[in-house]
């Protein structure tokens, strides 16, 4: 693990992931549909309760109250009932029944531990503990593993995960670690005296301290040492000193850190850079997957594989971020789309309400019309 103090520069590219084409919607009378690749899928006559659209599958609790999951055009019963919380994510498909934790695999629900206190879930991992082995454990790449044994009390609560990064403080030996590509590596020692705080991080006496907060995305780790409040940033399995002193605020997401430094500027660690996007601080900033949205001088940006883009000349008054899409309503109730660094109008149709799905729209207009938009094609929903 090497220490690298960064300068300023410019930038590579995101790698990309293969389009998501699944979504789910109802037609006016409460009947569910799944939208697969093109394909309309009836897969209830009855409104469902809640659901979570996944990379590979559907999980939703029909209106019986029973888990079920769309997969490959087959809708399993995977539960019958008393399921308290269930993730559908890029890769991973994870719900648990008390403190029993399941997983699916191949369509068919594992359980990875009968005590589960608590648990994470990302993209491609899940991080839990297991009380009966007193163990801070990982599902990735569909193998188990522990990180940490001889641990107790809850490590949840001084813990964070991206989707392929964990970050946390031990309760057997008080130190910083964090977990990557199968390595345990331990950053800081003998953190515990500066308390647990927000989004990672410590408190004393009910305070903030903002010398140790930690938060991760994928690939990444921002951190501020709580011993010289300096900000860092692990990455790649390599550790960066990003500044001197610790910021006024930071956001991480897929391999990036934004942050509001010492003085107001706004600025962006990317792929192992610093880019200043400007000398002074947004008025709100918002990073998810691949994309920093920001609103700056009632401008709204946003940063895209290491370039700025001015997306309008106002702040939408609805907008939603994923994958490598912004999609936004302008002021006649009508749809935009920043994606992949460009923006182009979706449709003339005033929109009731919409949903992005990483880069998948589903937008209901006119009188309950269901329209789909996917890998840039329209495709029309069943709305009778």
């Not at 608590?118 to 991992?125: C, F, T």
């Not at 927000?198 to 011993?227: H, S, Y």
């Not at 006649?332 to 949903?355: A, M, Q, V």
């Not at 329209?371 to 029309?380: A, L």
């Amino acid at each position: 693990m090497k220490l690298f103090t960064v300068i300023f520069i410019s930038i590579s590219i995101f790698s990309e992931i293969e389009a998501q084409q699944l979504a789910i919607y109802t037609d006016y009378r409460d009947r569910v549909y799944v939208f697969d690749d093109g394909k309309n899928i009836k897969v209830e006559d009855l409104k469902i309760q809640s659901y979570d659209i996944g990379g590979e599958c559907i999980l939703y609790i029909n209106s019986m109250g029973h888990l079920k999951m769309y997969r490959e055009g087959i809708v399993t019963k995977l539960e019958a009932g008393s399921v308290l919380r269930y993730r559908a994510t890029d890769h991973l498909a994870v719900y648990s029944i008390f403190e029993k934790l399941k997983v699916v695999q191949n369509g068919v629900p594992v359980t990875l531990t009968m005590r589960c206190l608590a648990y994470q879930v990302q993209d491609s991992l899940i991080v839990f503990y297991d009380k009966s082995l007193e163990s801070l454990r990982v599902y990735y790449d569909s193998n188990l593993e522990d990180i940490e044994s001889g641990l107790v009390g809850n490590p949840i609560n001084k813990l964070t995960s991206g989707d392929n990064i964990i970050a946390y403080v031990s309760s057997r030996t008080n130190d910083f670690k964090i977990y990557y590509n199968g390595e345990n590596n331990t950053i800081l020692q003998n953190v515990e005296s500066f308390g647990f705080g927000p989004g990672g991080g410590f408190k004393t006496g009910g305070q903030i301290n903002k010398g140790f907060e930690f938060k991760a995305g994928k690939d990444i780790v921002a951190f501020i040492n709580p011993l010289d409040n300096t900000f860092h940033a692990f990455y790649k399995g390599d550790l960066y000193q990003l500044d001197n002193f610790p910021p006024k605020s930071f956001k991480t997401a897929d391999g990036f850190v934004a942050y509001i430094d010492y003085t107001d500027a706004f600025k962006v660690f990317y792929k192992g850079r610093i880019i200043e996007i400007s000398s002074f601080a947004p008025e709100g900033y918002f990073a998810e997957d691949k994309i920093l949205a920001f609103n700056e001088n009632e401008y709204f940006k946003a940063f895209y594989n290491g370039e700025i883009f001015e997306v309008e000349g106002y702040i939408p008054r609805d907008y939603r971020v994923d994958w490598n899409t912004i999609a936004y309503l302008d002021n006649t109730n009508r749809i935009w789309l920043f994606t992949k660094g460009e923006r182009r109008f979706l449709t003339n149709d005033l929109i009731n309400n919409f949903e992005l799905v990483r880069d998948l729209i589903i937008m209901n207009v006119k009188v309950n019309r269901n329209v789909i938009y996917y890998d840039s094609e329209f495709y029309e929903g069943m709305s009778e």
